[in-house]
């Protein structure tokens, strides 16, 4: 007679699941039928479905449902659900008041938040149910659906006769990426560094994220540094006015499909080629997650309800991203915030939140691995991916959106990309390294502030006030 033998974890750490061995056949041999397993909460396990992320349930169960996201994945979220009201009533503004563009454009500022915090707790779910590497990568890229979003609404409702929106685009793609090295990591490193000395973290992650997020901001500085360096030659055959944007636009263009590339080879090398190297790492943290216990307990979505969460959450953000974006002229012609601070503070900010939220429970509970994978998964797919994106379609609804940065941009892409490169080199962090990129970013936000709107330059004309600065900033980094 068969006799079938029970593995259970044996600590609350690992993976608690209770597994059944194959079914002997009258030879002996494995091959027959196999008992379901159960999961630490003696769920029985779905097949295909990770015991970390099993329901228990199947379908969707609207109480259930409604209870489970309002009460989100940490405390910080669910105060963030308080903000849900805010949803109706920026849609209920827009139809009610349309020429009240100043409360248009908070309102949905507002309910964009719990909106895409929403798009954080389903993809948190939904990555619950699938192995550690593929579920951190789809998480990352779900995150950066509400950027995406505002990219391409930004985009489509560009005017092609004054190009109002594209610098807002642009500040906003070195805004996220910005958001994310110093603002993001930053509170990582503090959050996580005020319950312990010091937090360690492994290369495969910090080495390859902090390498391709330099190649990534080489590639942005690219057209930049065409443009001055052109700017500054001062000859009769140097390229001007029209001539010069067409050429900027070209190189722009072929950047976006080079960096484009550059992603693919990015998920390839972390889904098939080096798959088990980065998973031994999220391993590792999965052990050391110091509140796994309190989250295995938790009710969690069925796969039916993680697509409806993120299908209302993406129709809301992008019914606000609408509203947003068409009130967005009429607000920067008032003088009441410029097109730098928009972009470059703004945006990243709101389009960010979840993101951060997630990354920076993952620090304050000591898994960095997951937090690092997350902070710059984020930012090499915006600098990778989200920018080639909307300069690709741009180039299809064609309008001339290039990666010409201002001068402005590029200094703080570069140092920034410096200082955090510096920080993650020896493997550990603690919260002086957290609040210092903290400080510089709030730095960067005063700066910009007061930094005034875009004016309508020829590209050689802006470039040829900024080519001294760029040989000032080469100098002091080669000195």
Request: hydrophobic share 50%; with cysteine.
């Amino acid at each position: 007679m068969a006799i079938f033998r029970h593995r259970a974890a044996a600590t609350p750490e690992n993976t608690a699941v209770t597994s059944v061995e194959p079914k002997q056949n009258h030879h002996g041999n494995g091959g027959g039928h196999q008992l379901p397993r159960y999961n630490h909460n003696g769920h029985k396990v779905t097949k295909g479905i990770h015991p970390d992320g099993e329901s228990g349930r199947k379908g969707i169960h609207p109480w259930q449902f409604s209870k489970i996201c309002f009460r989100s994945s940490s405390t910080p979220s669910k105060f963030v659900n308080i903000l849900w009201p805010f949803v109706p009533a920026a849609i209920a503004i827009h139809f009610a008041r349309p020429g009240a563009y100043e409360w248009i454009f908070a309102l949905n500022y507002v309910a964009i938040v719990p909106a895409a915090n929403l798009i954080g707790f389903a993809r948190q779910e939904l990555a619950r149910k699938l192995p550690n590497v593929f579920g951190v990568i789809l998480e990352t890229f779900l995150a950066s659906i509400v950027e995406i979003v505002l990219f391409m609404v930004l985009i489509h409702n560009n005017n092609p006769s004054n190009n109002r929106l594209i610098p807002v685009i642009q500040a906003a793609i070195i805004g996220s990426i910005l958001a994310n090295l110093l603002l993001c990591l930053g509170f990582c490193f503090f959050v996580g560094g005020l319950r312990r000395e010091k937090q360690e973290f492994g290369g495969a992650i910090s080495e390859v994220g902090s390498g391709l997020v330099l190649v990534a901001g080489f590639g942005l500085s690219i057209p930049c540094a065409f443009s001055l360096a052109i700017a500054r030659t001062g000859s009769p055959e140097t390229l001007s006015g029209e001539a010069l944007s067409n050429v900027i636009l070209k190189i722009s263009r072929a950047t976006a499909v080079i960096l484009l590339a550059a992603f693919l080879i990015y998920v390839w090398f972390q889904l098939r080629t080096h798959h088990s190297l980065l998973s031994d790492v999220l391993e590792q943290d999965v052990v050391k997650d110091e509140d796994r216990h309190h989250d295995l307990k938790k009710n969690k979505l069925t796969l039916t309800e993680c697509v409806i969460a993120l299908a209302i959450a993406l129709a809301c953000v992008s019914l606000h991203a609408v509203f947003l974006v068409q009130t967005i002229e009429h607000v920067v012609e008032k003088g009441h915030v410029s097109d730098m601070f928009l972009g470059l503070i703004l945006v990243p900010l709101v389009e960010k939140l979840a993101e951060h939220l997630t990354a920076i429970d993952e620090a304050w509970d000591n898994q960095m691995n997951f937090a690092l994978a997350h902070v710059l998964g984020a930012t090499i797919q915006t600098a990778l991916l989200n920018s080639s994106l909307v300069v690709i379609v741009a180039w299809g609804l064609g309008k001339s959106m290039d990666l010409n940065f201002q001068l402005f941009h590029v200094i703080l892409l570069i140092l920034a990309i410096l200082v955090v490169g510096n920080f993650l080199r020896d493997g550990e962090s603690n919260y002086l390294e957290g609040a210092l990129c903290i400080l510089v970013y709030l730095i960067i936000a005063v700066a910009t502030y007061y930094y005034p709107n875009a004016q309508s330059a020829t590209s050689q004309e802006s470039a040829a006030a900024g080519s001294e600065g760029v040989a000032a900033l080469a100098r002091m980094m080669t000195e």
